[in-house]
Nanobody
Framework: QVHFVESGGGLVQPGGSLRLTCEVS????????IGWYRQAPGKARDFVAR???????NYIYPVKGRFTISRDNAKNMVFLQMNNLKPEDTAVYYC??????WGKGTLVTVSS
């Protein structure tokens, strides 16, 4: 069963913005915190942001003030608004429930 479908990635210039969307299955959305990890080429998969069922958020330090995670409880969706993107943000971004479930990811490339 597919629990996460990510979308919204693409190629953007430094300083630009993208909004990632994660469509989450209803059972997962209602049970778990949801968040984003990212994996740059040749590197490990790293935590980016998390939002609890109650809306509490936390972020990895390099994206604080630039990225905003939010959720739409009516649509079972989680979003990652990414502003002032930098080349080091280039990665595949994955949605997860911080247990054992992952999406297939969406590629974000920040380059001039």
């Amino acid at each position: 069963q597919v629990h996460f479908v990510e979308s919204g990635g693409g190629l953007v210039q430094p300083g630009g913005s993208l909004r990632l969307t994660c469509e989450v299955s209803e059972i997962i959305f209602s049970t778990y915190d949801i968040g984003w990890y990212r994996q740059a080429p040749g590197k490990a998969r790293d935590f980016v942001a998390r939002i609890s069922r109650g809306g509490i958020t936390n972020y990895i330090y390099p994206v604080k003030g630039r990225f905003t995670i939010s959720r739409d409880n009516a649509k079972n969706m989680v979003f990652l608004q990414m502003n002032n993107l930098k080349p080091e943000d280039t990665a595949v971004y994955y949605c997860t429930n911080f247990r054992n479930l992952w999406g297939k990811g969406t590629l974000v490339t920040v380059s001039s």
